[in-house]
């Protein structure tokens, strides 16, 4: 069984200043790792996806995420922030391989809220 | 705009009754996938279709049940529905090109109300 743990229920941080949002897992075997971000009243939109290879991940709106598969974490990074960026935040996880992605672990979420 | 769609955006019944959550995939993808997001259990998985057949199935309720068309639209439905069952029903699709490097693409969900 797979298990993803977000550390943070709610981040409040001012614009412009960097954040971090944190993501453990835990998983018997390998794993793909996605970000998603739910806005208010939406869907959910893919930010960046781990599959292989660096494990530095780049994604949309400025977002970025580390792999450390010896801390079995995918933490959410961006540098400066804007009010824009005020949503909640998902990991999630699934069995590597196969043929399709299978099904989305996920997270509780982390509300972030940007203040001006 | 993910291109999933789901109907109806909002709905509100009554304990006991019986409701169809209706989904439309992105053209051209051949899986489904079912979520409820609920305040005290987050985001869970419910169910995977993929082309017309069962695929995968996770926290589900024997009175929750899910089909595919050949048309490759959803349908979740749920029965004798319970106050709990309030929460945020998410479609998503995936499928578009082959092999395991398929993204879930998720619709704007359905709101449903159990009073």
């Known amino acids: 069984a797979q298990s993803v743990t977000q550390l943070d229920s709610q981040v409040p941080v001012f614009e412009e200043a960097p954040v971090e949002l944190r993501c453990n897992y835990s998983s018997s075997v390998s794993v793909y790792l996605f970000w998603y971000v739910q806005y208010p009243n939406q869907g959910l939109q893919l930010l960046l996806k781990y599959l292989s290879g660096s494990t530095l991940v780049k994604g949309i709106n400025g977002f970025e995420a580390e792999f450390n598969k010896s801390q079995t974490s995918f933490h959410l990074r961006k540098p400066s922030v804007h009010i824009s960026d005020t949503a909640e935040y998902f990991c999630?996880?699934?069995?590597?391989?196969?043929?399709?992605?299978?099904?989305?672990?996920f997270g509780q979420g982390t509300i972030l809220t940007v203040h001006p | 705009d993910s291109g999933v769609t789901q109907t109806p955006k909002h709905l509100i019944t009554a304990t006991g009754q019986r409701v169809t959550l209706r989904c439309s995939p992105r053209s051209g993808d051949l899986s489904v996938y079912w979520y409820q997001q609920s305040l005290d259990q987050g985001l869970q998985f419910l169910i995977q279709y993929y082309n017309g057949e069962e695929r995968a199935k996770g926290n589900i309720l024997e009175r929750f049940s899910a089909q595919q068309f050949p048309d490759l639209h959803s349908e979740l439905n749920l029965s004798s529905l319970e106050l709990g069952d309030s929460a945020l029903y998410f479609c998503a699709s995936s499928g578009r090109t082959s092999g395991y490097l398929n993204e879930q693409f998720f619709g704007p969900g359905t709101r449903l109300t159990v009073l």
């Open positions: 999630a996880v699934t069995n590597a391989g196969g043929t399709s992605y299978g099904k989305l672990t």
